[in-house]
């Protein structure tokens, strides 16, 4: 049982597209709403995307981006609360924490989708 359990797990880790599609597939059947099944997925992947990104380059270029990422991520985190105070004069925390949320799933979803291209891509140059 632990054997599958692990492999289960590194599937998600190995093709988190499939999670995404597969948790989707059970908030749709769950919610019966499109939208708040589409939150849904994207709220639960977003950080198995972030953890395969950095897995990802680090397999690829060797790079160790964790430290580095969590600055950048407080940065954007700071930008976005600043034009919430210079919009509305008020800052609301928690819509801040869900754009940023938001905002890290389009950018990792993205630098997946390249890191696998340009995994493949230069696997088959180089062998």
């Known amino acids: 049982m632990l054997n599958i359990t692990i492999y289960f797990i590194a599937l998600i880790i190995t093709f988190p597209i499939i999670a995404t599609f597969l948790l989707y597939w059970l908030a749709a059947n769950l919610f019966k709403h499109r939208l ?16 395969t990104d950095l897995i ?20 954007l985190l700071a930008v976005i609360m600043i034009i919430q105070w210079k919009i509305n004069t ?22 997946y989708i390249c890191l696998v291209l340009f995994g493949i891509i230069s696997r088959i140059y180089l062998y």
């Open 90 to 111: 008020d800052v609301q925390f928690f819509k801040a924490l869900k754009i940023l949320w938001r905002i890290c799933f389009l950018v990792f979803l993205l630098l």
């Open 56 to 75: 990802l380059i680090f397999i690829l270029f060797g790079l160790q981006l964790t430290g580095i990422l969590f600055i950048i991520l407080l940065i």
């Open 36 to 51: 708040k099944a589409v939150h849904f997925a994207v709220n639960w992947t977003t950080l198995i995307y972030i953890v």
